[in-house]
């Protein structure tokens, strides 16, 4: 539909959390929370369930107060200002749409509030539609639509007010894997297209790194580390981080000399200033390869450990091959489909001898899993 116009991209917004504390009775939700949102930009606020998230996007769209510190908008404290002065865009993980109503009318709403003129109404709320690609969808309700479009419709009538920011609260939540990622990537087409700075808010760290500018990872009412999805991949600041983002195996070592030590196999250590002691040694899928033992590409000694191919899984694009050390433990390898590893082979297990986290331990003990186990 050529005629109509999408929303405008946005005026430039600045969103600041500045030492922000929300207490519920004697439970610290948030503490100390620190955040900044540049223009434009997309900040994924990640963590387990029950770290806080959905409070803080709570705090900054003003639905509750904060017991200390300050948001500003711009520059501006906003901390006073009611929702309906704070002009931000809002979608939940449940479909909240007016049963009654029809998509249209559902984006319509905020604009009815607004005592927008009904021509103009229309004419946005299609707008709206069109821009999530729902433009033939106006006179749909709520039951006539999936869990996807149901979503689509919410931002619809999140952005149709074009608001300085938006806030999302696991909005993909309750999708289905396929629809989940397709909409993870409209929205992000969306927020780009009109420069909304966005915060949005999910427990899938898969999510976070796929969308996000930059992600901020929570932990008991606090932000443990913010950075770029690469950057918290590749240099987590604490042993949560390594743990939380991504897939690592976790191997019982030690850390000697400035070293991280398994098995006999030396590894760089992330953090080279980490005390000597026992260690849990968090180390990536795709940072080990495999040889099968005796072959003329065999691994070279003293970063190698040899071991038993237990499983191998297909996963399309990549194979995932769990050996059993020599020494005792599990690990994960994550390589090229086109090498197959034969359940029960003799392989070597490479480390290709990237920089790794560590958590200190009491002792080595209680570094050794008692069962495999492969961390997400
Ligand atoms: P998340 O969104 O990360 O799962 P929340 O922000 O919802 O976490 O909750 C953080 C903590 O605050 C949890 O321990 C939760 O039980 C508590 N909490 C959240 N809302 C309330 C409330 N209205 N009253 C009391 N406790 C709450
Ligand atoms: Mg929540």
Redesign the pocket.
């Known amino acids: 539909m050529s005629h109509i116009q999408t929303p405008p991209v946005q005026q430039k917004t600045v969103v600041e959390f500045a030492g922000v504390a929300k207490r ?2 004697s ?1 610290l ?2 503490t100390e929370f620190d955040l900044t949102l540049q223009p434009g930009e997309l900040v994924a606020l990640l ?12 705090v900054l769209a003003g639905l ?1 107060s904060c017991d200390d510190g300050r948001i500003l908008i711009n520059g501006d404290d906003v901390s006073g200002l009611p929702t309906s002065r704070r002009d931000m865009g809002m979608v939940f993980q449940s479909y909240s749409l007016f049963p009654h109503l029809s998509a249209g009318e559902n984006v319509e709403f905020g604009l009815r509030m607004r005592r927008v003129p009904a021509a103009e109404r229309r004419e946005r709320a299609a707008a709206a539609l069109a821009l999530v690609g729902l433009d033939a969808h106006y006179g749909r309700f709520a039951h006539e639509l999936s869990g996807g479009q149901q979503q689509r419709v919410a931002l619809a009538r999140a952005l149709v007010t074009r608001p300085r920011v938006l806030l999302l ?1 696991e909005p993909l939540s309750a999708l289905d894997a396929k629809v989940r990622v397709q909409l993870r990537d409209e929205i992000r087409r969306i927020q780009t297209e009109l420069g909304i700075t966005t915060l949005f ?1 999910t ?1 899938d760290q898969d999510e976070a790194l796929a969308v996000a500018d930059r992600v901020a990872v ?1 932990r008991d ?1 606090r932000i443990e580390q913010v950075g770029t999805p690469e950057e918290l991949y590749t240099r987590p600041a604490t042993p949560f981080i390594a743990d939380f983002v991504g897939l690592s195996n976790r191997l019982p070592g030690a850390v000697r000399h400035g070293f991280a030590e398994v098995h006999g196999v030396v590894l760089p250590l992330l953090d080279p200033s980490h005390a000597d002691g026992p260690v849990r040694v968090f180390v990536r899928p795709e940072d080990l390869t495999l040889v099968t033992a005796g072959t003329p590409g065999d691994a070279p000694a003293g970063m190698s450990l040899a071991g038993i191919v237990l499983v191998s899984s297909f996963l399309g694009s990549l194979r995932r091959t769990s050996v059993q050390l020599e020494q005792g433990g599990t690990v994960v390898v994550q390589h090229d489909v086109r090498d197959r590893h034969q359940v029960g082979e003799s392989v070597l297990v490479r480390f290709a001898g990237a920089p790794v986290p560590v958590e200190a331990v009491q002792d080595l003990a209680a570094a050794l899993p008692r069962r495999p186990r492969l961390v997400r």
Do not use: Q
Not at 47 to 58: C, E, I, W
């Open positions: 519920y009775g439970h939700a948030l963590g387990p369930s029950g770290s806080g998230k959905t409070t803080a996007l709570r509750e609260d808010v427990h929570m009412g």
